[in-house]
């Protein structure tokens, strides 16, 4: 049967990772890189290479928890197969078809530069006002995984709302670096240097490799944005940073200056070796196919599209109110996991789909996902090559989108994702209520 299992999951998927880096590397020689093709990238390493991957490797590549998909039934792994396929190819559909949209932007350079430096100033606020809620540097250096988790002891939704606005360092950064590049004046250099720093300093305390590794991948993303191309020592150099903190984020990087923890560099990566470096890079991405298959596999019941709407009683958890009711769909997939009620394990794209509408809910969603990738595509396309002004205000919206979009592909929980994303929900109404960004159509 494991013969059978990894035939068919080689034959049935590996052609969305053929199409994907066929469609990436054509792109990216025409000069015409996407968000499309960076969601399809990804797409294909969480529902296609992590699949092929456990199929193959088992245990050597799952987190305890997970060895329930090894004695899925062939069935239960057809059809998750056929799920990802279906979501693939709508996606795509959903694409096609060429929008009208068009972004029209108010605003000189020197209102720009002066809107991005307070938000540098208010993000870097941020993390004082949230180390305090928390009890002081100490406590949450101490706690770093805890905090994130909602597992320590001091609970503080206030401070954890206020922590969420030191995501204003990475757009400071990314705008000051996109101003550098295009004017190359030394002060837009330090001013983004700052911003590296202070991010790098806010991914430290928050315990979060995402945001640490993002500001790596800006650049990379100009370049590729731009049309041009990427040279091989910027690849190799970002590249082996972002598995460097992949691998030794929780167990070495959020936790060296604690003082509770008393190993030593070497002592983690021997660790992490002996357990194989390959093993920890895959088990951060396996949480998303593992959930697809195991609820496909299981007999918990669908939630009937509450997930799309739920979000909108995340305010109540400020009320103290702790029913179960409010809670969203991690809560959900974490406990059909682990058998614990809490929000750990979000569902991933596809299982927020599957979980809540079934293959309906993979087909609708796919195609209106295809869509809005066409429509930022799009837009920050057209601006891009029709304008020589407030171009680094367009690259920073264009990267954050990424930045968007892949957290909201990996992660699958409405609830989370707008939460998280809440500082650029105002960042993007202050721009409308200002009458800075319009978005036409036709």
């Not at 002891?153 to 709302?161: A, E, Q, R, T």
Request: glycine share 6%; proline share 3%.
């Amino acid at each position: 049967m494991i013969d059978i299992t990894i035939i068919g999951n080689l034959v049935l998927l590996l052609p969305i990772l053929f199409l994907s880096v066929y469609s990436a590397v054509k792109s990216y020689f025409y000069h015409r890189f996407s968000l499309l093709n960076y969601m399809e990238l990804w797409f294909s390493l969480l529902f296609v290479l992590i699949p092929c991957g456990i199929s193959i490797l088992g245990s050597d590549v799952l987190h305890p928890f997970f060895y329930r998909v090894l004695y899925a039934s062939p069935s239960a792994i057809f059809l998750c197969n056929l799920v990802i396929w279906t979501s693939f190819l709508f996606i795509r559909i959903g694409y096609r078809r060429k929008t009208h949209y068009s972004l029209r932007v108010q605003v000189s350079s020197k209102e720009l530069d002066r809107l991005f430096l307070v938000l540098f100033f208010i993000g870097l606020a941020a993390l004082p006002l949230m180390l305090s809620r928390y009890g002081g540097i100490s406590y949450v250096i101490n706690n770093v995984s805890g905090i994130r988790s909602g597992q320590a002891d001091i609970k503080d939704y206030l401070g954890s709302f206020i922590g969420m606005f030191a995501s204003y360092l990475f757009y400071a950064f990314t705008y000051f670096y996109c101003r550098y590049m295009f004017c190359k004046k030394k002060s837009l250099l330090l001013l983004a240097s700052l911003c590296f720093l202070a991010l790098l300093v806010r991914s430290l305390l928050l315990g979060g490799r995402a945001s640490m590794i993002t500001p790596f991948l800006v650049f990379l993303f100009i370049p590729l944005i731009q049309g041009g191309k990427v040279s091989l020592p910027s690849l190799i150099l970002v590249t082996g940073v972002v598995i460097a903190i992949i691998v030794l984020g929780k167990t070495y990087l959020f936790n060296m200056f604690s003082s509770e923890f008393n190993l030593s560099f070497s002592e983690v990566y021997n660790m992490q070796k002996e357990n194989g470096l390959f093993a920890s890079v895959f088990k951060e991405f396996e949480h998303q196919y593992c959930s697809l298959l195991m609820f496909i596999d299981s007999d918990f019941p669908y939630r009937y599209g509450t997930d799309y709407f739920l979000w909108l009683l995340k305010p109540l958890k400020l009320l103290k109110v702790n029913e179960t009711w409010v809670d969203s769909i991690s809560y959900y997939n974490t406990y059909m996991l682990l058998g614990d009620w809490d929000s750990n394990i979000p569902p991933g794209f596809l299982g927020l789909a599957y979980i809540n509408l079934g293959i309906v809910g993979i087909v609708v969603q796919s195609y209106v996902w295809g869509r809005v990738i066409r429509i930022l595509d799009d837009i920050f396309k057209r601006k891009i090559k029709s304008s020589s002004t407030n171009l680094s205000l367009i690259f920073t919206l264009y990267i954050v989108m990424f930045d968007f979009m892949w957290y909201a592909l990996q992660n699958g929980d409405p609830a989370i994702i707008i939460q998280s994303n809440l500082p650029l929900i105002v960042l993007f109404a202050y721009f409308r209520i200002s009458k800075k960004i319009f978005l036409d159509r036709g």
